[in-house]
Each structure stands twice: as structure tokens, then as C-alpha cells.
């Protein structure tokens, strides 16, 4: 992708696109022709499971008003607790400390590139998978990747971060 590509596309997937080829990313993001503002919306317009598609939840931390990037397993449900164990107390981050912090609208959040770094802490559970889809900073942009490309992208661990399933 050169710099004429970039233009056409919407901020936050510029940054993203961006962020991608700086790290000599082989897959750019990628605009669906509809939103794919849950991992199952994803999932359905990719043609892919639903457990492939990174999700990413922002927490609020509470001692520093920090964000708290969990990026999981889009079949997968967060357990706070186990992430408050890991980073501290959180709670609820509202669509608009998600934009100011991430720069990014909910829907859309991707796991790079974000306005203000996070604290990042990787589902262990995406590593069931050969290859994964994120958000690219908009509701119907996403771009390709492993879970261990998400690990190097990031520089953030991987933890045990999610609800034992049933």
C-alpha cells in the first residue's frame, strides 16, 4: 500500500495502516462492505469463526484513570476479575473515555496505533487459532494477522483474561 492508497481511507484506519507498515506488517487493513461492529458481524463478513476475530475491550483503571486494552477471543466473554488481578481495579470505560484515550469509536477500536498508549493484556485463547482478524480503527475496517503477530505488534503479554466457557 503507498500513500495514495492511505488517503482514501477513514483517519483511524490511516493511523493503523500506518502503524502496520511501520512494523513491516505483511496484511493492510482491509474495508468490509458492511459494519462489523460485534466479533460476530466480523466473523459473518469474513466467512470465519467467531472465536477468530480479535475483540478489543477498553477498561478504565481506577487508580489512574489509565486505559486498559484486552484484546480476546471474539467467542469469549472478559473476567474482570482476572484482569483487575493483573492491572488493578477497572471498571467501565463509556464510548467517550474510549475515543479520547484510543482514538478510536467503539466498534472499531483496534489493538495499535492508539491515541494514547494502553496497558495491553492478550486472551490466551486466540492462540487456538492459526490466523485472526482485528479491528482497524473504524466499524468496517479489519486487518489479518496471528496471534503471535498481535504479540509483537503490541509488545503486551499473554494472560488468562477471560470466563472459563461453559
Known amino acids: 500500500m503507498c500513500g495514495a492508497e492511505l488517503t482514501a481511507l477513514p483517519e483511524g484506519v490511516q493511523r493503523v495502516a500506518r502503524a502496520l507498515q511501520d512494523k513491516a506488517h505483511p496484511h493492510a487493513p482491509r474495508m468490509l462492505d458492511d459494519a462489523a461492529r460485534t466479533a460476530q458481524q466480523a466473523a459473518d463478513a469474513l466467512g470465519i469463526a467467531v472465536g477468530q476475530i480479535a475483540k478489543s ?81 473504524h466499524p468496517h475496517g479489519v486487518f489479518k494477522l496471528r496471534p503471535q503477530d498481535l504479540q509483537a505488534l503490541t509488545g503486551a503479554p499473554v494472560a488468562d483474561v477471560v470466563q472459563t466457557p461453559a
Request: avoid cysteine; proline fraction near 4%.
Open 57 to 137: 475491550i477498553i477498561f478504565r483503571r481506577k487508580s489512574d484513570d489509565a486505559a486498559v486494552l484486552v484484546v480476546t477471543s471474539g467467542d469469549r466473554r472478559v473476567d474482570e476479575k482476572k484482569v483487575d488481578a493483573l492491572v488493578g481495579k477497572t471498571g467501565r470505560a463509556d464510548a467517550e473515555f474510549v475515543k479520547s484515550r484510543t482514538g478510536f469509536s467503539i466498534g472499531g477500536v483496534a489493538p495499535l496505533a492508539h491515541a494514547t498508549p494502553p496497558v495491553t493484556l492478550i486472551d490466551r485463547e486466540l492462540f487456538r487459532f492459526e490466523e485472526i482478524w482485528a479491528a482497524a480503527g
